[in-house]
């Protein structure tokens, strides 16, 4: 169960990303859309585990490739704008999240 500090800086983590994932979508992710689902923080806050779900690409394993080679850029990207919030920044660890893909496969089941 997580924490409340968790909780805040789990979302602070989230909303951040988000905003660098929206800006930066072309040099990161080669232009896909890029949702960061949830982010889940360590108790010792030194690892963020960043789920994402890529749309809008041909191919979403090229682009998970490229946001993956592109990690310390967007851990710098992230550590710029919270560090007003945060003395640290944790090291981030990006996962495909296949919710949605799962879920529409349980539906075509059950129809």
Known sequence: MATIR???ISELLKRELSLI???NAGSYCRGAMTTVTIVRVTKD???AKVYLSIFGSKNPEESFK???KHKSNIK???AKVVR????KSPDLQFFVDDSLDYAMKIEELLK
């Open 6 to 8: 968790q909780s805040k």
């Open 21 to 23: 994932f929206q800006q």
């Open 45 to 47: 806050l030194s690892l």
């Open 66 to 68: 490229e946001i993956q």
């Open 76 to 78: 710098n990207d992230l």
């Open 84 to 87: 007003n919030q945060l003395r």
